[in-house]
């Protein structure tokens, strides 16, 4: 099975200050069509996940442009821009590239100092 | 509205069963297959099941293999998880998650418990 590492686990932001998450996967995530399945996920407090981003670095629709995706085969970084209150919570990666099974990352815990 | 709806959840004795069933609506449901991931009380997600759009093709993870059953029903919009033999591991917030992970349902809590 795919491991993804998320680093690091917890992230005080001052309101806003840039912010990155980044996480690694134990193999490329380059799937034999030459996509790149690697997405991000925001979980806010008592609420179901949401994807942000897929294939590494495309928005989904209604998300805020101060989020990007970057990287390339097994290392990838979100970043946002400038942190907002609203974007406390929990931070996931997902690999979609070597199912079954569909990894996650361990999260990453976003809070405002 | 597009959406999906779990529900089934519940208390249960370890040991016991739990049918869960997630309702879809606001797309073609028989154009996607569906997951099931799930969230046990202050831990990150694990993903427990996919099925396929006509249902001939499940996939489960190592922890549910041979207890777990993921099941759909096109006429009817709706996927299903027949939860067997279950353990207080199993206890989590059950998510019906479509194919590419861009919607996800409220979820359904299954406390598996004496």
């Known amino acids: 099975d795919v491991v993804m590492t998320q680093s690091p686990l917890s992230l005080p932001v001052t309101l806003g200050q840039p912010a990155s998450i980044s996480c690694r996967s134990s193999?490329?995530?380059?799937?034999?069509?030459?996509?790149?399945?690697l997405s991000w996920f925001q979980q806010r407090p008592g609420q179901s996940p949401r994807r942000l981003i897929y294939?590494?670095?495309n928005r989904d629709s209604g998300v805020p442009d101060r989020f990007s995706g970057s990287g390339s085969g097994t290392d990838f970084t979100l970043k946002i821009t400038r942190v907002e209150a609203e974007d406390v919570g929990i931070y996931y990666c997902?690999?979609?590239?070597?199912?079954?099974?569909?990894?996650f990352g361990q999260g990453t815990k976003v809070e405002i100092k | 509205e597009v959406q999906l709806v779990e529900s089934g959840g519940g208390l249960v004795e370890p040991g016991g069963s739990l049918r869960l069933s997630c309702a879809a609506s606001?797309?073609?449901?028989?154009?996607?297959?569906i997951h099931w991931v799930r969230q046990a009380p202050g831990k990150g997600l694990l993903w427990v099941s996919r099925i396929n759009t006509d249902g001939t093709t499940p996939y489960y993870a190592d922890s549910v293999k041979g207890r777990f059953t993921i099941s759909r029903d096109n006429a009817k919009n709706t996927l299903y998880l027949q939860m067997n033999s279950l353990t207080a591991e199993d206890t989590a917030v059950y998510y019906c998650v479509r194919g590419t992970f861009d919607m996800w349902g409220r979820g359904t809590m299954v406390t598996v418990s004496s």
């Open positions: 193999q490329s995530l380059v799937y034999s069509d030459g996509n790149t399945y």
């Open positions: 294939k590494v670095s």
């Open positions: 997902m690999q979609g590239a070597h199912w079954p099974p569909w990894t």
């Open positions: 606001g797309f073609t449901f028989s154009s996607y297959s």
